[in-house]
């Protein structure tokens, strides 16, 4: 399984984006980047996935560059609501069989 | 309906006690899943379910005990626990298994062991 690193924590300030970086630099060919993000007591809630390039959902975008070995999470303009904890996991897409395993994390505080 | 449940929300019992928690799901998704986490910790992976039948055990103890009955049920007994068993036992559920597939979660169950 691909490890990836993710910083700790990060701050910010409302109506600002927010870009998480993911190193994960043995990814394998058929490995699938995935992100969750998780708030106190709550389970994780998937927020976006992709394989190459950039990917945009309603919520965030991931940009992938062509080497794979890393990916970053954009949150464009953040509100107090978007404290939490971001995951980044990569996992086999093709393996019926495959596990997610999720890293460290970041904990994100969004400022007032 | 896109939503897992689980029972109950909080738990406290002691290390001799016998106990179950339960999760559901009703949006016909044949893979389940049992995660611990820790305060401050990610979640760990614990079980997997694809088609009822028990595909991944990462090396649990055997004081948790999984069982799929259908494919919308899914519980982990407990039974003579350790107090450093106390954690938040998330349950997910997806479409199958694999990881480019969306894992539905539920809001956990608080468990305290004494």
């Known amino acids: 399984l691909a490890k990836t690193t993710q910083p700790i924590s990060m701050d910010s300030y409302e109506g600002q984006e927010v870009n998480i970086t993911c190193s994960h630099n043995?990814?394998?060919?058929?490995?699938?980047i995935t992100w969750y993000q998780q708030f106190p007591s709550q389970g994780p809630r998937f927020i976006i996935q992709?394989?190459?390039t950039k990917v945009t959902n309603e919520v965030a975008s991931l940009f992938i560059p062509a080497d794979r070995k890393s990916s970053t999470l954009s949150l464009p303009r953040v509100s107090l609501s978007d404290t939490a904890v971001y995951y980044c996991?990569?996992?086999?897409?093709?393996?019926?069989?495959?596990?997610?395993?999720f890293g460290g994390g970041t904990r994100v505080l969004v400022k007032p | 309906d896109t939503e897992v449940t689980q029972t109950p929300k909080h738990l406290v019992m002691g290390m001799t006690n016998k106990k179950s928690l339960k999760c559901e799901q009703h949006?016909?998704?044949?893979?389940m899943y049992w995660y611990k986490q820790k305060a401050k910790k990610p979640p760990e992976l614990m079980f997997v379910?694809?088609?009822?039948?028990?595909?991944i055990n990462e090396s649990v103890p055997s004081r948790f005990s999984p069982e799929c009955p259908n494919s919308s049920l899914l519980n982990l007994h407990l039974h003579a626990l350790q107090p450093e068993d106390s954690a938040l036992y998330l349950c997910?559920?997806?479409?199958?298994?694999?990881?480019?597939?969306?894992?539905?979660f539920g809001p956990g169950t608080r468990l305290t062991v004494l």
């Open positions: 997910a559920s997806s479409h199958r298994q694999g990881a480019v597939n969306e894992q539905f």
């Open positions: 043995n990814i394998a060919t058929n490995d699938y």
């Open positions: 992709g394989y190459k």
């Open positions: 996991l990569v996992g086999d897409g093709k393996a019926a069989g495959n596990k997610l395993t």
């Open positions: 949006m016909g998704h044949r893979a």
């Open positions: 379910y694809s088609y009822e039948k028990l595909s």
